[in-house]
């Protein structure tokens, strides 16, 4: 028998702590997803203008601007000829140093006729990427997908933009027609098309830039076009020679010597590049936070008397 009490309490023994056994759970390893650069929207919007019938349109109405700008240039220069005896008439002869002087002009007229184009036409294309989307009411659907804010801007810019240079290489075949001539300067030529290539780059950025903060499609056009109109008739306001038209023109003037026409070419379109990334920017990181702050419109109570 047990000297201890009857009710004696028991006394707590102190056990060893066991160490909880840790096991890792397997779980898959989600790795982050790497978005294109582009996307997909780039060649949906290539497409989408091609089936409408966007890129025959576009290219007549340069092609039949340049043909108009060269009838109207030819007759102003031989003011004193006949009509017929300039395009059919062999009687007008012009010496070596005349027909450069023709050609060199008529190059110029037709790369400046050709950027006045393409100033017109890229507004409306590159702030209809996005407008139309608002319009139709498919703007939240795309924000909802899978896409970030990079690729979308920048797949209606870069389907746009290339569009757009589609079009602007259709007038190449009138241009070559000076060639015919002679006295042309061929790197005049290319860098009078570089030059417009960075114009409608710039230009394209600044009106997707504008339909991402317009609400309408008509803001975004408004804004487009007038973006557009301060950067070619003032520079940007900061310079009236400081626009694309008037380097272009400059560039002609300068073109003999080496130094300033390089110079002040690749200075041009280095500017132009550097700005078209900042206004890009500008819309990728704003698009989705425009949204959010954009005021719903209350839906008319038909129940209310």
Not at 64 to 69: D, I, M
Not at 128 to 146: F, H, M, N, P, V
Not at 191 to 218: D, H, I, K, N, P
Not at 240 to 264: C, E, K, M
Request: glycine content about 8%; hydrophobic content about 50%; overall charge positive.
């Amino acid at each position: 028998m047990s000297d201890e009490p009857a009710d004696a309490e028991p006394v707590p023994v102190a056990l060893p702590m066991a160490r909880p056994v840790t096991r890792r759970a397997n779980r898959p390893q989600t790795k982050h997803r790497r978005t294109p650069i582009i996307g997909p929207l780039f060649s949906w919007d290539l497409v989408r203008l091609a089936r409408r019938g966007q890129d025959a349109r576009s290219r007549t109405i340069l092609a039949v601007t340049l043909l108009l700008t060269l009838l109207v240039f030819t007759m102003i220069w031989f003011s004193n000829a006949n009509i017929s005896d300039i395009f059919f008439g062999t009687q007008q002869e012009l010496s070596i140093r005349e027909s450069s002087r023709f050609a060199e002009q008529f190059s110029l007229t037709l790369l400046v006729a050709q950027m006045c184009v393409m100033v017109l036409l890229t507004p409306a294309y590159a702030a209809g990427s996005i407008a139309e989307e608002k319009e139709r009411r498919t703007w939240q659907y795309l924000l909802a997908t899978d896409l970030s804010n990079r690729e979308i801007v920048l797949g209606k810019f870069a389907g746009r933009v290339v569009f757009l240079l589609g079009v602007m290489f259709a007038g190449l075949p009138v241009l070559a027609i000076t060639g015919l001539v002679g006295g042309v300067d061929p790197e005049f030529l290319i860098f009078g098309y570089f030059l417009t290539g960075s114009t409608v780059a710039l230009l394209a950025a600044a009106g997707v830039t504008a339909a991402v903060y317009a609400s309408t499609f008509r803001g975004a056009m408004f804004r487009a076009y007038g973006l557009a109109a301060l950067y070619v008739f003032f520079g940007g306001g900061v310079y009236p020679l400081l626009s694309p038209v008037a380097v272009l023109v400059g560039l002609h003037q300068v073109r003999q010597n080496t130094d300033w026409f390089y110079g002040i070419g690749f200075a041009y379109v280095a500017a132009q590049w550097t700005l078209t990334a900042i206004i890009l920017w500008m819309g990728v990181s704003r698009i989705r936070r425009v949204e959010r702050r954009s005021p719903r419109r209350r839906r008319p109570d038909f129940d209310d008397d």
